[in-house]
């Protein structure tokens, strides 16, 4: 009963921030759910939403003030990415910035290895990062459900793997970079239509401040 009730706590709260308070901006939100417990709501987000991305940047918010002066530093990086790199769909969330590809932009059908246009693409994504060097980045690999839900895993962590060896041998540190496949099991558009098949064939990027931003961030906070 006691869990039931929280969830339905932490349900309430999420669908307020994201309807009731339609003023707020993406910084103004990502405080209010790091004062809330960022790691439960960002758990429950993500279960709730099939959205890996959204549940683990809310899961590493870390709210108040701190989290609105972040808030605001990856709104700049996130217009700067909207604007440079066309090819991919850039969104804020909480204190963090989603960056997703469709697989046929880095890949061909049923491979691993990058295409060239892929790494026009990632050059772009590459020489951003770099700018603001005071980030981690999560590269995950997604896939559709057609095949069998082991080949489909083991195709999302290659691919994944592929962009953040790119990533490394392009300038990025091996600090910042972390990797995840999650073959078929986290799908964010419907399988159900060869639209949203395609669409579920896909790598994000999760891009999150590092201590030292964060560490920076509660200073300004405190001024």
């Known amino acids: 009963m006691k869990t039931s009730k929280n969830l339905l706590a932490i349900i309430l709260f999420i669908s307020i ?3 009731s308070c339609k003023s707020w901006n993406k910084s103004q939100k990502g405080a209010a759910i790091g004062v809330a ?3 439960v709501v960002g758990a429950v987000v993500g279960k709730i939403a099939g959205n890996t991305g959204l549940g683990a940047i809310i899961g590493a918010t870390v709210g108040g003030v701190t989290g609105a ?5 990856m709104d700049k990086q ?3 990415m ?16 989603v960056i997703e590809f469709n697989s046929k ?9 990058l295409s060239n246009n892929a790494q026009g693409n990632l050059n772009t994504l590459v020489t951003l990062l770099q700018k603001y060097p005071d980030t981690n980045i999560e590269v995950q690999g997604h896939t ?7 080949y489909n895993q083991t195709l999302s962590e290659r691919r994944a793997s592929t962009v953040t060896s790119y990533l490394s041998h392009s300038g990025i540190s091996a600090t910042r970079l972390t990797t995840k496949g999650f073959g078929e099991t986290a799908p964010k558009y419907s399988n159900d239509t060869d639209d949203g098949q395609t669409q579920n064939r896909r790598v994000e990027f999760l891009v999150t401040a590092n201590e030292k931003m964060k ?3 509660e200073k300004e906070a405190g001024k």
């Open 78 to 80: 996130a217009a700067e």
């Open 215 to 217: 560490a920076e961030a």
């Open 144 to 150: 559709d459900n057609k095949g069998s839900a082991a």
């Open 82 to 97: 909207q604007k440079n790199i066309p090819d991919a769909k850039v969104v804020r969330v909480g204190e963090g910035i």
């Open 69 to 73: 002066v972040i808030g605001h530093k």
């Open 17 to 19: 921030i994201s309807i």
């Open 37 to 39: 417990g960022g790691g």
């Open 105 to 113: 932009i880095l890949f061909g059908f049923n491979e691993s290895s």
